[in-house]
């Protein structure tokens, strides 16, 4: 699989707005480090895979347990700032079914904000592939607090441009598993937000999504206007330098049966 046959979304969205994803995409809670290192056995001697590593968001996490780190993402613009913030990481052009490392090379595979774009048999056979005996696969998704009425209203404005993008939300990832060769998917839930500027918490993580960014300029112009509408009109947000987007992030793991 090239970069010219991935989903257009995710390869014209984030390949014209990479400095929108940068800015825009929320972190992760400290406590996934932890969880990196209990649930996936990540420290030093270690190594794991970035898989779908974007512009490195997740990748500094991987980082702290003191494991290898390569990070795999077919879209150059984003892999590019990966080069340039993280030159310590081991950085491949390559998909989640064309991996560039030899079979039973690595303790863990960890795909953040990305498996629903790539979930299929084909794919999970290529992880299986790369994972040492009883390695394990990490799947991460930070998922906004819909129950807020201004989050749900964000949702609206968005969602008549989806398209057939795949998403976490509408869970199809799931039909993936069960799989031969990798046991039960376990979870674990971490509350989190992402805080600062109204234009970086809302306006880019928006211009961020991958069908929004895909946009021509006109269409995403008018989602900007929507979006700035909805913080003038929500007192929550009206006038504020920090405003908080609340998060539920989500971690899945599995362990390769031999």
Avoid at 79 to 100: D, L, N, Q, S, Y
Avoid at 117 to 145: C, K, M, Q, S, Y
Avoid at 210 to 226: Q, W, Y
Wanted: net charge neutral; proline share 7%; glycine share 6%.
């Amino acid at each position: 699989m090239t970069v010219n046959s991935i989903h257009r979304s995710a390869s014209q969205g984030f390949a014209a707005k990479a400095d929108s994803y940068a800015r825009g995409r929320p972190d992760y809670p400290d406590a996934i480090v932890d969880w990196l290192r209990q649930r996936l056995g990540l420290k030093p001697g270690r190594s794991a895979v970035d898989l779908g590593a974007g512009t490195g968001k997740f990748t500094r996490y991987l980082l702290q347990t003191g494991a290898h780190v390569i990070a795999v993402e077919p879209v150059k613009e984003m892999r590019a700032k990966i080069v340039a913030t993280w030159p310590e990481v081991e950085t491949h052009e390559g998909t989640a079914t064309a991996i560039p490392l030899p079979d039973s090379s690595v303790d863990a595979v960890i795909c953040a904000q990305a498996f629903h774009w790539f979930a299929t048999a084909d794919a999970l056979a290529e992880i299986r592939r790369v994972l040492t005996p009883h390695g394990r696969l990490g799947l991460i998704w930070n998922v906004r607090d819909e129950s807020i009425t201004w989050i749900a209203a964000l949702t609206r404005i968005i969602a008549p441009y989806e398209g057939d993008a795949p998403r976490f939300a509408r869970g199809t990832w799931r039909n993936a598993f069960p799989f031969p060769g990798f046991s039960d998917l376990r979870e674990d839930h971490f509350a989190h937000a992402h805080s600062g500027s109204p234009e970086d918490v809302i306006v880019n993580r928006i211009r961020s999504t991958s069908f929004i960014a895909a946009l021509p300029p006109d269409e995403e112009a008018k989602v900007v206007a929507k979006l700035c509408a909805l913080i003038a009109a929500t007192p929550e947000l009206a006038g504020k330098d920090v405003v908080s987007m609340p998060y539920s992030t989500v971690a899945y793991w599995t362990e390769k049966i031999v």
